[in-house]
């Protein structure tokens, strides 16, 4: 998020991409197949790009990955990302460079089934963004977050929602991750980070009731000090996911907390899966 709140950012590398209709619909489910980087710009002018490329189109390395044209590159001190897709379905190209700079990296990841068929590290809860567009022309500064996700199965088959939101906080950040299984129960992480990436004990926050989002009427919920929120922006509204800017309360700060909702359930609809070719096209040629 920008410092002046006025636009947000995310940007995710998938290797066997857990969105991708081509994935669940192929035969051999070859994740080095199904790769991605996809890009939403929020605010305005914003964009949306997540092109699906062949195992050709990968590069990879201990320090850096590569997905056609766009790239990210670890140094030891500074993430660079350097971008170039372009959207679909309107073809609106979004092109530049991001430099994230963590203020510490946590110890390690966590498990989000009872079986560790599913981890999840939030490598660099606190960092800072330096954001470089020339396609379109924008540039700003702001507060960033940095994670990994992997798993041995796809997430339909684990779980049947989640819920998820990241607050920058003055000594650091909070995140708080609500995963239900499909086989009952659940994982609840309330989550403290201080700067250097160390972790504390924060009390776990009360259920705070959201308004469905106003299209898809995807349900949100969230956790808060004294069980509170309230929608600032929705990013993302879409037949199975949201992303939403809240106000809420968290380790006794006013916040605004970046949040997503995720419902596999409706995302296991076939005609859900049918809709997404319109938003994330796959190349013949890789």
């Not at 879409?238 to 997503?260: D, I, K, M, N, W």
């Amino acid at each position: 998020m920008s410092d002046d709140g006025a636009h947000g950012l995310t940007v995710i590398a998938f290797i066997g991409s857990v969105f991708s209709p081509y994935y669940a619909w192929s035969r051999d489910k070859d994740p080095f197949d199904h790769c991605a980087m996809n890009v939403v710009l929020y605010g305005r002018p914003g964009r949306f790009a997540m092109t699906e490329r062949k195992a050709a189109s990968l590069s990879r390395g201990a320090d850096h990955i590569a997905i056609g044209p766009s790239a990210m590159e670890w140094d030891g001190t500074e993430l660079t990302i350097r971008i170039d897709e372009r959207g679909s379905p309107l073809p609106r190209r979004v092109r530049g460079t991001i430099r994230l700079r963590p203020s510490g990296i946590t110890a390690g990841p966590f498990h989000l089934d009872a079986g560790g068929r599913h981890r999840w590290w939030p490598m660099a809860p606190s960092s800072r963004v330096e954001v470089s567009l020339s396609e379109p022309g924008l540039s700003w500064q702001g507060s960033g977050y940095f994670d990994t996700n992997d798993g041995d199965e796809p997430l339909e088959d684990a779980f049947t929602r989640w819920t998820w939101c990241r607050a920058e906080l003055p000594d650091g950040a909070a995140i708080l991750y609500d995963v239900k299984h499909r086989v009952g129960g659940g994982r609840n992480l309330s989550l403290g980070f201080a700067f250097d990436g160390t972790r504390r004990d924060i009390r776990p926050p009360l259920p705070a009731a959201l308004p469905p989002t106003g299209f898809w009427r995807m349900p949100r919920e969230t956790r808060s000090d004294d069980g509170r929120a309230r929608v600032i922006t929705t990013f993302e509204d879409t037949p199975f996911y949201s992303r939403s800017l809240l106000a809420s309360t968290l380790s006794g700060e006013p916040v605004r907390a970046v949040h997503e909702s995720l419902s596999l359930d409706r995302f296991r609809n076939p005609l859900v899966r049918l809709m997404l070719p319109f938003r994330i096209p796959r190349p013949l040629g890789g």
